[in-house]
């Protein structure tokens, strides 16, 4: 059980170990991105000893919206 930093694929990713399955999350590409792990890292592991460690809590970012309406893909414009 552990979370842990790395540099991967051009970003820097946060691996969560928690009873037996890996979560990954990318953070981002550049130093203050890694910052940002570390940190994120460094309170999942004090979670994780404190035995406080909710894995569905961890979430990603909202993806922004978009401008215009969703609309199936075979109705976009090529």
Known sequence: MAAKVKWERGAWWVFTHYEGKRKK?????????????????????????????????????????SDGPIRPLSMRRQ
């Not at 890292?41 to 979670?47: E, G, L």
């Open 25 to 65: 999350r990318r953070v981002g590409p550049t130093k203050a991105h890694q910052r940002d792990a570390e940190e994120i890292a460094r309170k999942i592991n004090a979670a994780l000893a404190l035995g406080t460690f909710a894995p569905n809590a961890v979430t990603a970012k909202p993806l922004p919206a």
